[in-house]
């Protein structure tokens, strides 16, 4: 039986809320169309295409949309190479820990692949993931389970088999549409339709992930 971990990347592996913030910020006000905090607060997690639709309306222009989705992510990147970032607390012991018990991991994130591996590289954690799924990867994003199917597909997983780690409510309804165990990880957000909910990591029990594993998923 292969027991499988999959991993959203930012907010749940990183902390790239505020790069993220920044770039959006910047490049809508450039843009002529600024957001707020509580905007960008209330979509971190979606893919692009539905955080843009959300704020300037379902026919907006898709080569304006993607234009603003790229010039985004760019900056986005600039902004983890200039200033760095390192994983959550708690994150590299599970995952080294997990991996050395013999579970798998892979992430799975809305985010463009440019930046899943310009965030792997910069956490210094890549060997330790057999698998990742990016934007490019799926059709639809969370809270579709399509990306998690995927991810646990790519370990040669069972949905029954794997756990999702995630900090967004998306992400947590997705997970649990694909039938796997959920932990939700957040201090922005109280994940209560999670299997556990924690405020970061190392409140974790020692055996939480095996202790998961052995109890019934909820129905899809």
Same mark, same amino acid.
């Given at each position: 039986?292969?027991?499988? /971990? ?8 990183? &902390? ?21 905090? &509580?905007?960008?607060?209330? #979509?971190?997690?979606? =893919?692009? !295409? ?8 379902? &026919?907006?222009?898709? &080569? %304006?949309?993607?234009?603003? #989705?790229?010039?985004?992510? @760019?900056?986005? %990147? ?6 760095? $970032? ?13 991996? !050395?018990?013999?579970?798998?991991? *892979? $992430?799975?994130? #809305? *985010? ?24 490019? !990867? ?5 809270? !579709? ?7 646990? +597909?790519?370990?040669? @997983?069972?949905?029954?088999?794997? $756990?999702? /780690?995630?900090? @967004?409510?998306?992400? $947590?309804?997705? +997970?649990? =549409? ?35 594993? =052995? ?6």
């Amino acid at each position: 039986m292969v027991r499988a /971990v999959l991993w959203d990347l930012d907010g749940t592996l990183v &902390d790239s809320a505020e790069f993220h913030w920044q770039a959006w910020r910047d490049i809508c006000a450039a843009e002529g169309a600024p957001i707020t905090y &509580d905007q960008f607060i209330h #979509s971190f997690g979606k =893919r692009n !295409d539905l955080i843009l639709k959300g704020w300037l309306g379902e &026919d907006v222009d898709p &080569d %304006r949309m993607r234009r603003l #989705s790229e010039a985004k992510e @760019a900056h986005f %990147r600039d902004l983890v190479r200039a200033h760095g $970032i390192a994983p959550l607390p708690g994150v590299r012991e599970w995952v080294t820990r997990l991996a !050395d018990e013999g579970w798998r991991h *892979a $992430i799975a994130t #809305s *985010a463009p692949r440019e930046n899943l591996e310009t965030l792997v590289d910069a956490m210094e954690m890549r060997a330790l993931f057999g698998a990742d799924v990016a934007a490019e !990867d799926v059709i639809h994003g969370k809270p !579709d389970p399509e990306v998690f199917l995927v991810a646990a +597909g790519r370990l040669k @997983a069972a949905p029954q088999h794997a $756990i999702v /780690v995630e900090d @967004a409510p998306p992400g $947590i309804e997705a +997970g649990r =549409r694909a039938g796997m165990r959920t932990i939700g990880v957040s201090l922005m957000h109280t994940l209560t339709h999670a299997d556990i909910y924690v405020r970061s990591l190392p409140e974790l029990a020692p055996d939480a992930f095996d202790r998961l594993l =052995r109890r019934p998923a909820h129905p899809q």
